[in-house]
T-cell receptor, first 112, second 113 residues
C-alpha cells in the first residue's frame, strides 16, 4: 500500500540529547514537509523540501535539522538547541509543492 | 506573510444539526485552499480542496466548502452532523511563491447525541 510512514509512534528522550524522527513515503512525491503540533496552535511548519537534495526553513526551524538525500525519505533531527521539543510531529508529502498533502500518523516526542 | 484564521476554537452541535466552520485567509491572489480533519492522536485527512473554478466544492463525508473572494473566506459546511464527525478541523492555504502549506489553529468539534 502506498503511503507515508512515520516511526516510531512514541519516542522518549532525555533533555540534551539529539533525536531523529523518521519519515518515509512510497508515493513518488517530490515535496515533503515536517510540522509540529501543540495544543491550541495548529500545525506549524518546521522544514519543507520541494525536491530531493533541497530543503527550506519553515516558520519554526530553530533547533531542528533535516536532510533529503533520497526522494522517499525526509528525516527530522530535533537537536539539543530546541528549547521545548516535547510535541506531536507530523510528516507530509505532496506530488509537488502546493498540491494536497498526505500525512503520516505522527510521532509523539516526549523529552524528560 | 500569508495567514489563516479559524475564529472558533471549539464548537458543539447536536447530532443531525447543520454545521459551519469558519476560515479566513490573508493573501492577495487566489490561494489554494484546503480543509483537513484530524482524529485524536492521528494524522490529517483531506476533506476537500479549492484550486480554481466553481467556488462551491464538494468533499468526502458529506462536507462542502464555499470560496468567497470578497470575504477572503473558505467556510466548511455540512447539512447534518453525525456523531462520528467529532474531531479537529483545520483550514490550510498554500502560500504562493514559496509553496508552503500553512495551517490555521484548528476548530475542535464536539457532537452531542
Amino acid at each position: 500500500d502506498g503511503g507515508i510512514t512515520q516511526s516510531p509512534k512514541y519516542l522518549f528522550r532525555k533533555e540534551g540529547q539529539n533525536v531523529t524522527l523518521s519519515c518515509e513515503q512510497n508515493l513518488n512525491h517530490d515535496a515533503m514537509y515536517w510540522y509540529r503540533q501543540d495544543p491550541g496552535q495548529g500545525l506549524r511548519l518546521i522544514y519543507y523540501s520541494q525536491i530531493v537534495n533541497d530543503f527550506q526553513k519553515g516558520d519554526i526551524a530553530e533547533g531542528y535539522s533535516v536532510s533529503r538525500e533520497k526522494k522517499e525519505s525526509f528525516p527530522l533531527t530535533v537537536t539539543s538547541a530546541q528549547k521545548n521539543p516535547t510535541a506531536f510531529y507530523l510528516c507530509a508529502s505532496s506530488m509537488k509543492a502546493g498540491d494536497e498533502a498526505f500525512f503520516g500518523q505522527g510521532t509523539r516526542l516526549t523529552v524528560v | 506573510a500569508q495567514s489563516v484564521t479559524q475564529p472558533d476554537i471549539h464548537i458543539t452541535v447536536s447530532e443531525g444539526a447543520s454545521l459551519e466552520l469558519r476560515c479566513n485567509y490573508s493573501y492577495g491572489a487566489t490561494p489554494y485552499l484546503f480543509w483537513y480533519v484530524q482524529s485524536p492522536g492521528q494524522g490529517l485527512q483531506l476533506l476537500l480542496k479549492y484550486f480554481s473554478g466553481d467556488t462551491l466544492v464538494q468533499g468526502i463525508k458529506g462536507f462542502e466548502a464555499e470560496f468567497k473572494r470578497s470575504q477572503s473566506s473558505f467556510n466548511l459546511r455540512k447539512p447534518s452532523v453525525h456523531w462520528s464527525d467529532a474531531a479537529e478541523y483545520f483550514c490550510a492555504v498554500v502560500q504562493g511563491g514559496y509553496n508552503k502549506l500553512i495551517f490555521g489553529a484548528g476548530t475542535r468539534l464536539a457532537v452531542h447525541p
